[in-house]
């Protein structure tokens, strides 16, 4: 009896030393797989891209039209707005003079009066068919009434186009003068301004790249903000495709394809 108890007792040792050696070989197996599921990670993460900042930054200077390292700026924005105003200024009274408004103001006031004896004018007769008609030129002589008289010829005012009245009517003469006038002094302005404002855009433009900036939305901003807020959306954007790419390494290398592994340190996958 007693041996039996003995021989139970040994046979139950046995069993648990080898359960024991079993844990043990399970639990090393796993420390095993697990470090070199970490060996794994860790290889795999280290050798995906970093974010290189300044070749970033080189590459986003160059497609933009300014150097890198990025200058400061020369001069600031009122002092800008002021001298693109003063020079625009300028530049639309060398090309709008007063003395060219006044050139054709003279013209206008010359081509629309009365004809005076010994002049030499045209216009254009409202009779077709086979009466004369088109432009007619001669020496103006005189106007009675309703006939003018251009070198032998006598014309009835009826039978001349109104738009040639002025030549023989003064009264006609200076309505037309005084409507072209108008209509000269109206286009020279609107012309003038809007030669003023193209010009002081494209002026403040060039002076605004000049000194340093750049257009971002309605706003001229320096280089070097644009450079960094730039800078900051590519290297979000490239974290982000990091993130993914990191994530579907984890999720490649499981623990017998279940079981997550953490790494104690990490590569953080960009440069500072």
């Known amino acids: 009896m007693r041996r039996r108890k003995e021989k139970g007792c040994l046979t139950a ?74 020079l625009a200024e300028e530049l639309t009274a060398n090309k709008f003079p007063l003395s060219l408004f006044a050139k054709r103001q003279t013209a206008v006031l010359k081509k629309y009066r009365v004809a005076k004896a010994g002049d030499r004018i045209s216009f254009i007769m409202n009779t077709t068919g086979e009466t004369v008609s088109g432009i007619l030129k001669g020496v103006f002589k005189d106007s009675k009434g309703r006939f003018v008289k251009v070198d032998f010829h006598e014309y009835r005012l009826p039978d001349i186009m109104e738009d040639y009245y002025y030549l023989f009517v003064p009264a006609i003469a200076t309505q037309k003068a005084e409507k072209v006038l108008k209509e000269l002094r109206r286009g020279f302005k609107e012309n003038k301004s809007a030669f003023m404002q193209k010009t002081r855009l494209a002026v403040t433009e060039k002076l605004y790249k000049k000194s340093g900036y750049i257009k971002h939305g309605n706003d001229w901003i320096p280089n070097s903000e644009f450079l960094e807020m730039e800078v900051a959306r590519k290297e979000a954007d490239f974290l982000e495709k990091l993130k993914s790419e990191k994530e579907k390494i984890y999720e490649q290398n499981k623990l017998f394809g279940l079981i997550g592994v953490d790494l104690i340190s990490e590569s953080p996958g960009k440069e500072k």
């Open 13 to 86: 040792a046995v069993v648990i030393i080898v359960l024991v050696c079993m844990l043990s070989a399970v639990s090393w197996y796993i420390k095993r797989e697990y470090r070199r599921k970490q060996d794994i990670i860790e290889r795999s993460v280290s050798e995906l891209p970093r974010f290189d900042r300044v070749s970033v930054a080189k590459k986003i200077a160059e497609n933009n039209g300014f150097t890198y390292p990025v200058p400061a700026v020369t001069k600031s924005p009122e002092f800008i707005v002021k001298e693109g105003k003063k």
